[in-house]
């Protein structure tokens, strides 16, 4: 149970952290140091690379989740109100993922092929917004996947 439990938090981690991190850290330093014209490029070249550990991380939480699951609670029945919710926010975060991943993501790299800052930077506003709504959800799943059983 504890490599389940160990890839489990890693994974979340290596998701909401990476949200995280692109939005309060990189996105605003983007804006004041990358001319404008540039910034779908960088962000598209970026988001390919942390795309890439997000399908990961979800494969690694669907599995080891699962696996905890019905290995300790014997299925979602034994399973706590907090397994329950971190489950179904957990996948609601998966599904605006997946959004994002194939509608303004894909828009953005066919932006950037074809040269066009003015849609690349129409496209990472809508991503931008969709990672925010993501981090929320992230950071209510954190908490409660780690105190939820003392609440």
Not at 19 to 37: G, T
Request: proline share 2%; net charge positive.
């Amino acid at each position: 149970m504890g490599l389940a439990i160990a890839l489990h938090v890693l994974s979340a981690v290596i998701w909401v952290g990476g949200m995280f991190f692109a939005y309060m850290a990189m996105r605003p330093a983007v804006v004041e140091v990358i001319d404008a014209s540039q910034r779908g490029a960088l962000w598209c070249h970026t988001l390919s690379r942390f795309f890439r550990w997000v399908w990961v991380a979800i494969i690694l939480l669907l599995v080891t989740g699962y696996w905890m699951v019905f290995s300790v609670f014997g299925g979602m029945a034994g399973a706590g109100w907090h397994v329950h919710v971190m489950q179904g926010l957990g996948i609601v975060m998966m599904l605006l993922y997946c959004h994002v991943y194939f509608a303004p993501f894909r828009r953005l790299k066919q932006a950037v092929a074809n040269q066009d800052p003015q849609e690349g930077g129409r496209q990472v506003g809508q991503i931008r917004k969709l990672v925010g709504t993501n981090l929320i959800l992230g950071l209510i799943v954190v908490v409660i996947g780690a105190a939820g059983r003392y609440l």
